[in-house]
């Protein structure tokens, strides 16, 4: 695992548009992405070759990337149909669906979100974010945030994010 390096999506430009390139190129390779959405786990990620092209995209930056980490956002980003750099991840979970008074994540659902620990249960439980947020979410907060997840921080600005936009619960 290396992180000696500090990565970020959101600050380092030549990252996230690295990111942001490969992300859009699926549109282009479709079989790629049907193969990405496919994976069940990040271990099968790492099967794909479209995942390497993006960790060595990445590194060809100079800095070296975690591929646990990196295999878990490719695949929930094979998901992702819109990038919407409007609202940060959690903001836009707690945004209200058009015409309606609740979250698109409840509160319940959140908590039990940022819960996770193992990569294969945050893996799944993204992508099942990504669904409610039907597809559209800012990506380079949302790679951030997968790749920092284990750091408190990050938990800590995901629920501020979220509680400080979300309807009141009832």
């Keep these: 695992m290396v992180t000696n390096f500090f990565v970020s999506f959101n600050y380092d430009k030549l990252m996230r ?8 190129q699926l549109d282009m390779k479709r079989g ?3 193969a990405l959405r496919r994976c069940r786990s990040p271990i099968e990620v790492a099967f794909q070759p ?6 060595r995209a990445l590194e060809s930056h100079g800095n070296p990337v975690d591929s646990t980490r990196m295999a878990l956002i490719a695949g929930v980003l094979s998901h992702v149909r819109v990038n919407n750099t409007s609202l940060r991840f959690a903001q836009w979970m707690a945004r209200g669906k058009a015409g309606k008074a609740n979250a698109a994540v ?18 799944l439980s993204t992508i099942r974010e990504i669904r409610l947020l039907e597809g559209e979410c800012n990506i380079s907060d949302l790679a951030n945030t997968l790749y920092w997840w284990q750091a408190p921080e990050t938990k800590k600005r995901l629920a501020s994010d979220y509680y400080e936009n979300a309807p009141l619960e009832q």
């Design 50 to 55: 479209s995942f390497y092209q993006l960790t």
């Design 32 to 34: 790629d992405r049907a």
């Design 17 to 24: 548009n690295s990111i942001l390139s490969w992300w859009s």
């Design 106 to 123: 409840s509160g319940l659902r959140f908590r039990r979100y940022i819960r996770n620990e193992e990569p294969e249960t945050l893996y």
